[in-house]
Protein backbone atom coordinates (compact mmCIF):
# COMPACT_ATOMS: atom_id res chain seq x y z
CA UNK A 1 0.00 0.00 0.00
CA UNK A 2 1.30 3.39 -0.68
CA UNK A 3 1.69 6.29 1.60
CA UNK A 4 -1.24 8.31 1.81
CA UNK A 5 -0.98 12.25 3.24
CA UNK A 6 -4.36 13.89 3.37
CA UNK A 7 -4.89 17.58 3.96
CA UNK A 8 -8.15 19.71 5.01
CA UNK A 9 -7.92 23.06 5.19
CA UNK A 10 -9.47 26.24 6.15
CA UNK A 11 -10.20 28.65 2.60
CA UNK A 12 -7.11 31.25 3.05
CA UNK A 13 -5.36 29.44 4.89
CA UNK A 14 -2.30 28.33 2.87
CA UNK A 15 -3.39 24.58 2.95
CA UNK A 16 -3.18 23.69 -0.79
CA UNK A 17 0.03 25.39 -1.48
CA UNK A 18 1.56 23.53 2.14
CA UNK A 19 0.15 20.52 0.20
CA UNK A 20 1.76 21.18 -3.10
CA UNK A 21 5.15 21.92 -1.55
CA UNK A 22 4.72 18.70 0.48
CA UNK A 23 4.30 16.10 -2.53
CA UNK A 24 7.31 17.96 -4.38
CA UNK A 25 9.56 17.55 -1.35
CA UNK A 26 8.63 14.05 -0.71
CA UNK A 27 8.75 12.73 -4.53
CA UNK A 28 4.75 12.20 -3.90
CA UNK A 29 1.94 12.71 -6.34
CA UNK A 30 -0.44 15.99 -5.43
CA UNK A 31 -4.06 15.56 -6.49
CA UNK A 32 -6.49 18.35 -6.26
CA UNK A 33 -8.38 19.75 -8.81
CA UNK A 34 -7.52 16.40 -11.07
CA UNK A 35 -10.69 15.18 -9.09
CA UNK A 36 -12.94 17.57 -10.41
CA UNK A 37 -11.12 16.68 -14.03
CA UNK A 38 -11.95 12.82 -13.35
CA UNK A 39 -15.81 13.24 -11.79
CA UNK A 40 -17.14 15.65 -14.76
CA UNK A 41 -15.10 12.77 -17.49
CA UNK A 42 -17.18 9.87 -15.82
CA UNK A 43 -20.18 11.81 -15.08
CA UNK A 44 -20.19 13.16 -18.15
CA UNK A 45 -21.06 16.25 -16.36
CA UNK A 46 -19.36 19.67 -16.69
CA UNK A 47 -16.50 20.68 -14.60
CA UNK A 48 -17.79 23.78 -12.92
CA UNK A 49 -21.13 21.86 -12.02
CA UNK A 50 -19.20 18.97 -10.30
CA UNK A 51 -16.95 21.79 -8.36
CA UNK A 52 -20.10 23.21 -7.25
CA UNK A 53 -21.52 20.56 -5.98
CA UNK A 54 -18.45 18.79 -3.93
CA UNK A 55 -17.42 22.71 -2.39
CA UNK A 56 -20.99 22.60 -1.23
CA UNK A 57 -23.53 20.82 1.28
CA UNK A 58 -26.05 18.75 -1.32
CA UNK A 59 -29.40 19.34 -1.04
CA UNK A 60 -31.19 16.20 0.66
CA UNK A 61 -31.44 16.68 4.18
CA UNK A 62 -30.89 13.07 4.32
CA UNK A 63 -27.58 12.58 6.01
CA UNK A 64 -25.64 9.46 3.93
CA UNK A 65 -22.29 7.60 4.45
CA UNK A 66 -20.20 5.91 2.07
CA UNK A 67 -21.55 2.40 1.61
CA UNK A 68 -25.02 3.61 2.71
CA UNK A 69 -27.65 1.97 0.34
CA UNK A 70 -28.87 4.64 -2.31
CA UNK A 71 -32.07 2.97 -3.20
CA UNK A 72 -34.49 5.24 -1.24
CA UNK A 73 -33.69 8.47 -3.08
CA UNK A 74 -35.66 9.83 -6.02
CA UNK A 75 -35.16 13.12 -6.41
CA UNK A 76 -32.73 14.04 -9.77
CA UNK A 77 -30.43 16.22 -7.64
CA UNK A 78 -29.98 14.02 -4.80
CA UNK A 79 -29.21 10.98 -7.57
CA UNK A 80 -26.94 13.39 -9.17
CA UNK A 81 -25.00 14.33 -5.92
CA UNK A 82 -24.71 10.39 -4.90
CA UNK A 83 -24.03 9.86 -8.29
CA UNK A 84 -20.84 12.80 -8.04
CA UNK A 85 -19.59 11.34 -4.14
CA UNK A 86 -19.40 7.82 -5.55
CA UNK A 87 -17.80 8.42 -8.46
CA UNK A 88 -15.25 10.97 -6.08
CA UNK A 89 -14.76 7.58 -3.90
CA UNK A 90 -13.95 5.61 -6.51
CA UNK A 91 -11.64 7.80 -8.06
CA UNK A 92 -10.24 8.71 -4.64
CA UNK A 93 -9.66 5.10 -4.15
CA UNK A 94 -7.82 4.51 -7.83
CA UNK A 95 -5.60 7.66 -6.76
CA UNK A 96 -4.22 6.09 -3.23
CA UNK A 97 -3.38 2.72 -4.60
CA UNK A 98 -1.46 4.37 -7.57
CA UNK A 99 1.30 5.71 -5.89
CA UNK A 100 2.26 7.72 -2.66
CA UNK A 101 0.66 10.55 -2.81
CA UNK A 102 -0.62 13.94 -1.04
CA UNK A 103 -4.39 14.47 -1.61
CA UNK A 104 -6.13 18.37 -0.75
CA UNK A 105 -9.73 18.35 0.03
CA UNK A 106 -12.71 16.14 -1.08
CA UNK A 107 -13.38 14.30 2.55
CA UNK A 108 -10.23 12.12 1.30
CA UNK A 109 -9.42 11.62 4.78
CA UNK A 110 -13.09 9.85 5.75
CA UNK A 111 -13.17 8.37 2.45
CA UNK A 112 -9.77 6.54 2.44
CA UNK A 113 -9.14 6.42 6.17
CA UNK A 114 -9.51 2.29 6.00
CA UNK A 115 -5.94 3.12 4.41
CA UNK A 116 -5.01 5.32 7.41
CA UNK A 117 -3.97 8.24 6.02
CA UNK A 118 -1.89 10.89 7.72
CA UNK A 119 -4.35 13.24 8.18
CA UNK A 120 -3.52 17.11 8.51
CA UNK A 121 -5.98 19.68 9.53
CA UNK A 122 -4.57 23.35 8.11
CA UNK A 123 -5.68 26.66 9.68
CA UNK A 124 -4.64 30.30 10.70
CA UNK A 125 -6.36 33.21 12.55
CA UNK A 126 -8.91 34.95 10.27
CA UNK A 127 -6.59 38.12 10.17
CA UNK A 128 -3.86 35.68 8.35
CA UNK A 129 -6.58 34.52 5.86
CA UNK A 130 -7.43 37.59 5.00
CA UNK A 131 -4.21 39.33 4.26
CA UNK A 132 -3.04 35.77 2.08
CA UNK A 133 -6.29 36.27 0.01
CA UNK A 134 -5.92 39.57 -0.28
CA UNK A 135 -2.66 39.18 -1.61
CA UNK A 136 -3.85 36.30 -3.75
CA UNK A 137 -6.21 37.95 -5.87
CA UNK A 138 -6.04 38.83 -9.48
CA UNK A 139 -6.15 42.37 -11.26
CA UNK A 140 -10.06 41.49 -12.05
CA UNK A 141 -10.85 40.50 -8.14
CA UNK A 142 -11.39 43.69 -5.97
CA UNK A 143 -13.10 42.56 -3.27
CA UNK A 144 -12.28 44.65 0.12
CA UNK A 145 -11.29 42.94 3.21
CA UNK A 146 -15.11 42.78 4.56
CA UNK A 147 -15.88 41.00 1.69
CA UNK A 148 -12.84 38.65 1.78
CA UNK A 149 -13.95 37.60 5.17
CA UNK A 150 -17.31 36.86 4.21
CA UNK A 151 -16.28 34.98 1.24
CA UNK A 152 -13.80 32.88 3.89
CA UNK A 153 -16.38 32.31 6.38
CA UNK A 154 -19.02 31.00 3.67
CA UNK A 155 -16.69 29.08 1.62
CA UNK A 156 -15.68 27.54 5.44
CA UNK A 157 -19.44 26.40 6.20
CA UNK A 158 -19.78 24.79 3.13
CA UNK A 159 -16.64 22.80 3.29
CA UNK A 160 -18.01 21.73 6.96
CA UNK A 161 -21.30 20.94 6.37
CA UNK A 162 -20.36 18.61 3.00
CA UNK A 163 -18.22 17.05 5.41
CA UNK A 164 -20.85 16.55 8.06
CA UNK A 165 -23.06 15.29 5.15
CA UNK A 166 -20.60 12.48 3.55
CA UNK A 167 -19.05 11.57 6.97
CA UNK A 168 -21.42 11.90 9.96
CA UNK A 169 -18.07 14.03 11.93
CA UNK A 170 -16.66 17.66 12.26
CA UNK A 171 -14.74 19.19 9.93
CA UNK A 172 -11.96 20.72 11.98
CA UNK A 173 -12.43 18.91 14.81
CA UNK A 174 -9.02 17.72 16.14
CA UNK A 175 -10.16 14.23 17.27
CA UNK A 176 -10.80 13.31 13.53
CA UNK A 177 -6.92 14.12 12.59
CA UNK A 178 -3.43 13.50 13.14
CA UNK A 179 -2.06 16.61 12.83
CA UNK A 180 -3.58 20.50 12.92
CA UNK A 181 -1.46 22.90 12.04
CA UNK A 182 -1.90 26.84 12.47
CA UNK A 183 -0.07 28.80 9.66
CA UNK A 184 -0.40 32.13 11.70
CA UNK A 185 3.10 31.85 12.74
CA UNK A 186 4.70 29.04 11.28
CA UNK A 187 6.01 29.72 7.85
CA UNK A 188 5.56 27.50 5.22
CA UNK A 189 9.20 25.89 4.58
CA UNK A 190 9.12 24.98 8.55
CA UNK A 191 5.38 23.24 8.11
CA UNK A 192 6.26 21.13 5.16
CA UNK A 193 9.78 19.79 7.15
CA UNK A 194 6.87 19.17 9.79
CA UNK A 195 4.83 17.08 8.34
CA UNK A 196 7.26 15.47 5.93
CA UNK A 197 9.04 14.31 9.40
CA UNK A 198 6.03 12.33 10.16
CA UNK A 199 6.00 10.28 7.29
CA UNK B 1 14.87 36.33 23.58
CA UNK B 2 15.60 32.31 23.99
CA UNK B 3 13.08 29.80 21.87
CA UNK B 4 10.50 28.32 23.96
CA UNK B 5 8.56 25.68 23.51
CA UNK B 6 4.91 25.07 25.17
CA UNK B 7 3.55 21.73 25.50
CA UNK B 8 -0.52 21.73 27.01
CA UNK B 9 -1.43 17.90 27.06
CA UNK B 10 -4.18 15.47 27.96
CA UNK B 11 -3.56 13.34 30.60
CA UNK B 12 -2.15 10.04 28.80
CA UNK B 13 -1.22 11.07 25.66
CA UNK B 14 2.15 10.71 26.07
CA UNK B 15 3.12 14.92 26.19
CA UNK B 16 5.28 14.95 29.37
CA UNK B 17 7.58 12.36 27.71
CA UNK B 18 7.12 14.16 24.53
CA UNK B 19 8.64 17.27 26.00
CA UNK B 20 11.29 15.76 27.80
CA UNK B 21 12.22 14.28 24.53
CA UNK B 22 11.99 17.29 22.82
CA UNK B 23 14.26 19.42 25.34
CA UNK B 24 16.86 16.60 24.92
CA UNK B 25 16.71 16.71 21.12
CA UNK B 26 17.09 20.28 21.18
CA UNK B 27 19.48 20.60 23.58
CA UNK B 28 16.91 23.25 25.34
CA UNK B 29 15.92 23.06 29.49
CA UNK B 30 13.26 21.22 30.35
CA UNK B 31 10.31 22.63 33.02
CA UNK B 32 7.72 20.88 34.18
CA UNK B 33 7.82 19.33 37.88
CA UNK B 34 10.53 22.08 38.68
CA UNK B 35 8.23 24.90 38.59
CA UNK B 36 5.81 23.34 41.13
CA UNK B 37 8.56 22.95 43.39
CA UNK B 38 10.04 26.69 43.53
CA UNK B 39 6.42 27.69 43.89
CA UNK B 40 6.59 25.56 47.26
CA UNK B 41 9.63 27.02 48.08
CA UNK B 42 8.69 30.86 47.56
CA UNK B 43 4.86 30.74 49.11
CA UNK B 44 6.04 28.43 51.89
CA UNK B 45 3.49 26.10 51.15
CA UNK B 46 3.85 21.92 50.56
CA UNK B 47 4.39 20.86 47.21
CA UNK B 48 1.63 18.60 47.27
CA UNK B 49 -1.07 21.20 48.13
CA UNK B 50 1.02 23.42 45.49
CA UNK B 51 0.08 21.22 42.89
CA UNK B 52 -3.22 19.98 43.92
CA UNK B 53 -3.95 23.76 43.65
CA UNK B 54 -2.39 23.89 39.69
CA UNK B 55 -3.98 20.84 38.47
CA UNK B 56 -7.75 22.09 39.58
CA UNK B 57 -9.50 24.66 39.40
CA UNK B 58 -9.37 27.43 41.86
CA UNK B 59 -12.26 27.51 44.35
CA UNK B 60 -13.46 30.65 43.55
CA UNK B 61 -15.97 31.63 40.82
CA UNK B 62 -14.71 35.21 39.49
CA UNK B 63 -12.91 33.89 36.82
CA UNK B 64 -9.10 36.21 36.91
CA UNK B 65 -6.16 37.06 34.34
CA UNK B 66 -3.31 37.67 34.78
CA UNK B 67 -2.58 41.51 35.13
CA UNK B 68 -6.14 41.67 36.96
CA UNK B 69 -6.87 43.47 40.12
CA UNK B 70 -6.93 41.48 43.41
CA UNK B 71 -7.64 43.87 46.18
CA UNK B 72 -11.19 42.67 46.07
CA UNK B 73 -10.56 39.38 47.19
CA UNK B 74 -11.20 38.45 50.72
CA UNK B 75 -11.34 35.01 50.77
CA UNK B 76 -8.30 33.27 51.99
CA UNK B 77 -8.55 30.38 50.12
CA UNK B 78 -8.71 32.54 46.88
CA UNK B 79 -5.73 35.05 47.94
CA UNK B 80 -3.71 31.59 48.16
CA UNK B 81 -4.66 31.07 45.04
CA UNK B 82 -3.84 33.92 44.09
CA UNK B 83 -0.50 33.90 45.63
CA UNK B 84 0.16 30.61 44.07
CA UNK B 85 -0.80 31.75 40.60
CA UNK B 86 1.09 34.53 40.98
CA UNK B 87 4.29 32.97 41.84
CA UNK B 88 3.30 30.40 38.78
CA UNK B 89 3.89 33.68 36.88
CA UNK B 90 6.83 34.99 38.25
CA UNK B 91 8.93 31.98 38.05
CA UNK B 92 7.64 31.01 34.54
CA UNK B 93 8.59 34.35 33.11
CA UNK B 94 11.98 34.12 34.49
CA UNK B 95 12.62 30.28 33.36
CA UNK B 96 11.63 31.39 29.44
CA UNK B 97 14.23 34.15 29.86
CA UNK B 98 17.17 32.02 31.56
CA UNK B 99 17.93 29.88 27.92
CA UNK B 100 15.87 28.19 25.64
CA UNK B 101 13.51 25.83 27.31
CA UNK B 102 10.21 23.45 26.93
CA UNK B 103 7.67 23.89 29.25
CA UNK B 104 5.16 21.43 30.09
CA UNK B 105 1.55 22.49 31.44
CA UNK B 106 1.03 24.98 34.15
CA UNK B 107 -0.84 27.65 31.37
CA UNK B 108 2.46 28.77 30.00
CA UNK B 109 1.12 28.92 27.02
CA UNK B 110 -1.21 32.27 28.30
CA UNK B 111 1.31 32.88 30.86
CA UNK B 112 4.17 33.40 28.41
CA UNK B 113 1.81 34.58 25.16
CA UNK B 114 4.21 37.41 24.70
CA UNK B 115 7.11 35.60 24.00
CA UNK B 116 5.32 34.09 21.37
CA UNK B 117 6.00 30.85 22.29
CA UNK B 118 5.83 27.67 19.86
CA UNK B 119 2.07 26.17 21.40
CA UNK B 120 2.16 22.48 20.96
CA UNK B 121 -1.21 20.31 22.24
CA UNK B 122 -0.76 16.97 22.50
CA UNK B 123 -3.82 14.43 22.27
CA UNK B 124 -4.55 11.14 21.68
CA UNK B 125 -8.02 9.06 21.29
CA UNK B 126 -9.44 7.83 24.58
CA UNK B 127 -8.14 3.56 23.89
CA UNK B 128 -4.61 4.80 23.15
CA UNK B 129 -4.88 6.78 26.45
CA UNK B 130 -5.72 3.95 28.62
CA UNK B 131 -3.54 1.66 27.07
CA UNK B 132 -0.35 3.94 27.73
CA UNK B 133 -1.71 4.42 31.32
CA UNK B 134 -2.40 0.63 31.91
CA UNK B 135 1.56 0.28 31.03
CA UNK B 136 2.56 2.96 33.05
CA UNK B 137 0.71 1.66 36.33
CA UNK B 138 3.36 0.93 39.43
CA UNK B 139 2.94 -2.32 41.14
CA UNK B 140 0.99 -0.43 44.16
CA UNK B 141 -1.73 0.65 41.15
CA UNK B 142 -4.49 -1.19 40.37
CA UNK B 143 -6.43 0.53 38.19
CA UNK B 144 -9.11 -0.90 35.79
CA UNK B 145 -9.77 0.26 32.61
CA UNK B 146 -12.62 1.73 33.53
CA UNK B 147 -11.15 3.60 36.31
CA UNK B 148 -8.49 4.96 34.33
CA UNK B 149 -10.72 6.20 31.79
CA UNK B 150 -12.87 7.74 34.78
CA UNK B 151 -9.15 9.13 36.35
CA UNK B 152 -8.14 10.60 32.95
CA UNK B 153 -11.53 12.50 31.69
CA UNK B 154 -11.54 14.18 35.46
CA UNK B 155 -7.82 14.94 35.56
CA UNK B 156 -8.96 16.79 32.08
CA UNK B 157 -11.56 18.69 32.92
CA UNK B 158 -9.47 19.71 35.66
CA UNK B 159 -6.96 20.72 33.24
CA UNK B 160 -9.87 23.16 31.22
CA UNK B 161 -11.37 24.09 33.92
CA UNK B 162 -7.85 25.77 35.89
CA UNK B 163 -6.88 26.97 32.14
CA UNK B 164 -10.41 28.75 31.87
CA UNK B 165 -10.35 30.04 35.07
CA UNK B 166 -7.31 31.96 34.64
CA UNK B 167 -6.85 32.68 31.06
CA UNK B 168 -10.38 32.56 29.60
CA UNK B 169 -9.82 30.11 26.87
CA UNK B 170 -10.78 26.93 25.91
CA UNK B 171 -8.71 24.68 27.27
CA UNK B 172 -7.36 22.31 23.53
CA UNK B 173 -9.27 24.70 21.10
CA UNK B 174 -7.10 24.39 18.35
CA UNK B 175 -7.43 28.48 17.63
CA UNK B 176 -5.22 28.96 20.86
CA UNK B 177 -2.17 26.31 19.64
CA UNK B 178 0.29 26.65 17.02
CA UNK B 179 0.10 22.68 16.36
CA UNK B 180 -1.89 19.74 17.69
CA UNK B 181 -0.23 16.59 17.77
CA UNK B 182 -2.54 13.35 17.85
CA UNK B 183 -0.34 10.59 19.29
CA UNK B 184 -2.76 7.80 18.47
CA UNK B 185 -1.20 6.82 14.91
CA UNK B 186 2.32 8.38 15.50
CA UNK B 187 5.49 7.26 16.90
CA UNK B 188 7.47 9.21 19.77
CA UNK B 189 10.40 10.38 17.53
CA UNK B 190 8.27 11.31 14.41
CA UNK B 191 6.16 13.91 16.92
CA UNK B 192 9.40 15.07 18.42
CA UNK B 193 10.88 14.68 14.84
CA UNK B 194 7.98 17.27 13.58
CA UNK B 195 7.86 19.54 16.47
CA UNK B 196 11.62 20.19 15.84
CA UNK B 197 11.21 20.97 12.63
CA UNK B 198 9.67 24.04 13.74
CA UNK B 199 11.85 25.62 15.14
Redesign the interface.
Known sequence: MGKLITISREFGSGGRELGRNLAKKLGYAYYDKEIVKEIAAKTKLSEDYVNSIIEKRPFSMFPIHTGSSFQTMTNPIDDQNQLIFREQCNILKEMAVKSDCVIVGRCADYILSEK?P?RV?V?A?MDYKIRRCMGNQSAEETLNTKEIKKKIQSLDRQRSQYYMFFSGQKW?D??Y??????M???GME??V??????V
Do not use: P
Open positions: QLFYDGKEYDLCINSNIAAAAIAAL
